[in-house]
């Protein structure tokens, strides 16, 4: 969820290179024809809320995750609290979900109503089916659990569906960071799970500006989103239920739907491509690989790396030092923060010792699908000549 600054470095060999975490002005040279085109049609139509663009778009995001009904929102986070309030999850209840996520993901969830329980990660950083089970077996009142697919590597959702069937919860896949991934053939949403993503400009499929949306395969749960993303309206004038003001505008749904979803499986590849040059090419010991759970099915949305906690603000400076930018994620547990805390003791099920090595030691490279090869070559080696 960050934007670096662009200021220039000076730098000896590569003068005034940068290597952005996310280069959105050549994403926009890329595009702004047909985006620009796609404005002056919504401009030109005359509706600019909840009109074709919105539902074409849908149309659209349905064929592309193969699910029955999407319904467009504001942002990632609505599209989790819509997704939790469709299934009846509120007061009273917990949801279980991970530490090692974007605040969002917790926040969703205290805005449902509902209270969050943390447990541990697995080596790929995303929830622990078996450090699920316990804190299902543990805690009563977990009503829902949303794992998220951190990094763009799906979650062990054949082993987290495994343990929800056993305590008869539903889940909620928070795909903000992974559009288009799939795990040994199973898609993101498929089985009939809910599933949410952001449209965030930093994401795979991002806006220019703020946008979500959550797949689902009921028609009844389908209608529900509908009405909550739009303060709560089942009919005109007629409002059931509390909504939200959290609807897709025209112009973002008409980028989405003409410009940038149609470019998303070759950016797609290209992430692929160059985290395979990264996994080939980067070989100092001192840098742990994390190769994921199914590379191919991996939309990798980030590409992160473990090196020795405190040795990491060397190898970010390292790394600045010679153009490169690095993100963290995250560097601080949802868990841990103050706004958290500040409530009271979080609920957290067992030790969250993975969780805080991921904190404490994870960095991420550059892998937006705009980076060049020559790029690419260089964080190889800025990376490989690093001292540890
Ligand atoms: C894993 C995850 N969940 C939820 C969100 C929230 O999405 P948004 O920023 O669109 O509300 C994000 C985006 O930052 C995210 O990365």
Partial sequence: MCFWPRHR???????NLQILANDFTKLWQDCQDDYIAAVAAVGASGWYILGREVSGFEDALSAYCVSPFSVGCANGMDALEIALRVLGIGPGDKVLTTPLSAFATGLAILRAGAEPVYCDVDEHGALDPDAAAKALDSMNGIRAIIPVHLYGHMADIAALSAVADQYNVPIIEDAAQAIGASRNGVRVGAQGRIACFSFYPTKNLGVVGDGGALIVSDEQQATAARALRNYG??????????GLNSRLDELHAATLNHVFLPKLDGWLTARRRIARAYLDGITNPNVSLLPGPDHDGSVWHLFPVLVKADRRDNFLAHLQADGIQVGLHYPILISDQRAMT???SPLVSGSLEQARQFATQEASLPIHPYLTDDEIGHVISSVNKWAG
């Fill in 233 to 242: 309206q089942t009919e005109k004038y007629v409002h059931d239920t509390i």
């Fill in 342 to 344: 500040d409530r009271g």
């Fill in 9 to 15: 470095l000076r730098l000896s060999g590569w003068a």
